[in-house]
């Protein structure tokens, strides 16, 4: 899929390691270790060379807390679980700037899968603090939920695409309605 234009920075990030998941066309780029190197990679983050299971499982549950936390609704309890529990791993903690106002974060960092979670995990929380984490959102398609950047005027866009998942959202309403009604008569 190739939806809205990307997020601004530094929520790139996070929107590209939600969208390593595209459910629309079953693919999944983090479905070996060799993939997340690959993401890592394009994403300039910390080498990992040769990521091991673990480290896939891990980055796929961060992955899948944060498409929750984007989507909000009844997982959203267990994905600030997740993503507070990162938090604390890695060790992220902000560091605060001598100049223009702002904070860099650091952690940790035993391994460069935690460089790389920290960096996404920086993300998160600055976004959420100037608000921007907001206008990232998941498709409303249950069957879609790609991460798109919402950069309408009041920021109540619902699909990464109306032109895809909102027409087949609404075709299905229109027909949901179109057989209610026939079975009525």
């Not at 980055?59 to 990162?86: D, F």
């Not at 993300?123 to 249950?142: I, N, P, Q, Y």
Request: charged fraction near 25%; glycine fraction near 10%; include cysteine.
């Amino acid at each position: 899929m190739v939806p809205r234009p990307a997020a601004p920075p530094p929520l790139t990030l996070v929107q590209s390691l939600v969208n390593t998941r595209e459910l629309l066309e079953d693919r999944d780029d983090l479905s070996t270790p060799a993939g997340l190197a690959a993401w890592a990679e394009a994403e300039g983050l910390p080498g990992l060379a040769r990521p091991a299971e673990a480290d896939l499982t891990r980055v796929r549950r961060l992955r899948e807390a944060l498409r929750q936390l984007l989507g909000g609704g009844a997982g959203l309890p267990g994905a600030v679980s997740v993503l507070n529990g990162e938090l604390a791993r890695t060790g992220t903690r902000p560091l605060l700037q001598a100049g223009p106002p702002g904070a860099e974060f650091t952690g940790d960092c035993t391994t460069s899968l935690d460089a790389a979670i920290t960096r996404v995990l920086a993300a998160v929380v600055t976004a959420r603090l100037d608000g921007s984490l907001s206008r990232l959102k998941t498709c409303g398609a249950e069957d879609c939920q790609w991460a798109f950047y919402d950069r309408s005027p009041n920021a109540a866009s619902r699909w990464c695409e109306t032109s895809v998942c909102g027409a087949r959202h609404k075709m299905r309403a229109y027909r949901a309605r179109q057989a209610a009604g026939t079975a009525t008569r």
